[in-house]
């Protein structure tokens, strides 16, 4: 893929390369369902892929791979994959993704090409930028919205702030289960079609 190919990815185009961030900060329902706050690091690839074409919308992408470890631990106590797009057309960014725990999210919002700040919903219930959960975490960590922020900021460096809204039986309040972290490039533009 060319460089004028990864300038088709709008403000995805920041993003291409191998990340890793050391100052996670991870805010989470605990064994005893009350708060947990766990420090990680995070190592993050995206690859650009080939255009898609869905008859008239042409999408632009990034396919990613993201795994966190608690600091001081050996394993990874999270990872998600999928696809980050953009259709200029339509002024849109998009993130497409599974967390091996049974959930997968479609997140989007409108951007403009040069932006280097934007924010992404998804909805539980909504067929355009929704959740959908298996049936336990349906039942007993319902995720009713997910809310995510980058930040592409100079130097290689860009920041994200998530906050996954979770309904937990038997708490009035929603749990806010809120992740940040600011990440490094190491490598740049991992090209793959």
Known sequence: MEDAQIMQLGPLAALAGLWE???????APSD????????YRE????????????????????????????LGEAFPFHEDLGYWLWDPAARQVMRCFIVPRGVAIIAGGTVEPSASQFTLLAESGSCVYGISS??????????LRFELTVTIHEGNTYSYAEDTQLQIPGQ?????????????RVVAKQIHA
């Open 32 to 39: 005893d369902l009350g708060t947990e706050n766990n420090k």
């Open 134 to 143: 298996n049936q336990f975490l349906d039942k007993n960590f319902k995720t």
């Open 21 to 27: 961030g050391e100052k996670g900060d991870d805010l």
């Open 172 to 184: 009035k309040e929603i749990f806010h289960h809120r992740d940040s972290n600011t990440l490094t």
């Open 43 to 70: 190592r993050i690839l995206f690859e650009p892929i080939l255009p898609v074409q869905n008859h008239e919308q042409k999408l632009f992408g990034l396919r990613y791979h993201r795994t966190a470890w608690r």
